[in-house]
């Protein structure tokens, strides 16, 4: 059971790395979003997982060589289906407004990245033939309730706080969600397609908690190059040149260096400790992992708007919704750890 309550507290830690990084950047003055999110990324899809991999690995270069080609082109391309996700989401939330750009779009990400692995893995008929199984499977079910819940009650919110979105348009930004939701869910084919790299890093005498990390600088790179082709590419069309956010005084480049860089850590740090939540929960029931990190995703998100008085001034109402989606979201992922469990 301990293992159980690890796997989900570490999955908790990594969602709540995942809500609030993008604080930090948000703080950033002066640049374009282009280059700040292009500055962050630099860190959360590069340095960080190549750092961290020279680290672990006694031979660098030679590991990822012993993985064969195929093996890599298809661990990067889920990568890259997982960086269109990026972009994606942002157009989500442009045209859906952030409540139900997030809640639409995660709640198709946890279900496809949850329920499509097993599937393609031929494990399927054990979600609904086994005891556990099915206690599992309940508490994903549990987890779009209350994912839902909170997304509605943060469209209430939107409403009242901003009134419409001047770019709202249902039907463009459904089309994105489900597009953003299906390929954001690209790292978790990614991470089980690199299941062969975990096995190798094990065979090197890898901590368990560490062993997929290696295969985070192919899947994360091969993100970063579709980001930075966007960025690049936006960039382009609106003639803007990014180096004179570079002429900056000394200390406010500084300032929004360090900022992004965080942001940037922030973001790698979810993944970090998604393979510690992985490490301590059985391999049977490994698609659970993508769900707990969704809906802990969602929660996170809500607790942080809290946090940071976003739902000051809002009517009664949307409160309610908001806590009882909180409490449905942490109901499902008791009810996943009692499957796990049994």
């Known amino acids: 059971m301990t293992s159980v309550v690890a796997g989900i507290g570490w999955h908790m830690l990594g969602a709540a790395m995942a809500a609030s990084f993008y604080v ?4 950033v003055r002066k640049w374009s979003w282009e280059t700040a999110w292009s500055f962050a990324g630099l860190f959360s899809w590069v340095l960080a997982p190549i750092g961290v991999a020279l680290v672990l690995l006694p031979d660098f270069q030679g590991f990822y060589a012993a993985m064969g080609s195929a093996l890599l082109v298809r661990v990067a391309l889920f990568g890259a289906l997982w960086g269109v996700g990026g972009i994606t989401y942002g157009l989500t939330i442009r045209h859906l407004g952030l409540a139900l750009g997030i809640g639409i779009a995660q709640g198709i990400n946890l279900m496809v990245g949850t329920l499509l692995p097993p599937l393609v893995q031929g494990q399927w008929a054990m979600l609904f033939a086994t005891r556990s ?20 009650a943060g469209h209430m919110k939107e409403v009242q706080k901003k009134g419409h979105l001047k770019e709202f348009n249902v039907a ?3 089309t994105l969600a489900i597009l953003c939701g299906f390929s954001s869910s690209g790292m978790s084919f990614a991470i089980a397609a690199a299941k062969p790299m ?16 290696p295969a985070y600088v192919l899947i994360m790179g091969s993100g970063a190059l579709i980001n930075w082709a966007y960025c690049g590419f936006r960039l382009w069309t609106l003639k803007y040149n990014p180096l004179q956010d570079l002429r900056l005084p000394g200390s406010a480049l500084a300032r929004n260096g360090a900022l992004a860089a965080t942001g940037g850590i922030m973001w790698y740090l979810q993944f970090f400790f998604y ?5 301590n929960i059985v391999q049977r029931l490994s698609y659970v992992n993508w769900m707990l990190h969704m809906s802990g995703y969602v929660l996170f998100g809500g607790l942080l708007g809290l946090a940071l008085g976003e739902w000051a001034g809002v009517g009664s109402r949307p409160l309610r919704l908001l806590w009882a989606g909180i409490l449905v979201i942490i109901a499902a992922a008791n009810l996943v750890g009692l499957g796990m469990a049994s």
């Open 172 to 174: 463009l930004g459904l």
């Open 133 to 152: 199984g099915l206690i599992t499977m309940a508490g994903v079910v549990v987890a779009l309730v209350g994912v839902a819940v909170v997304t509605w």
């Open 198 to 213: 975990e096995k190798a890093a094990l065979g090197l005498g890898i901590n368990p908690l560490y062993a997929a990390l």
């Open 275 to 279: 393979a510690w939540g992985a490490a």
């Open 24 to 27: 930090p950047i948000e703080k």
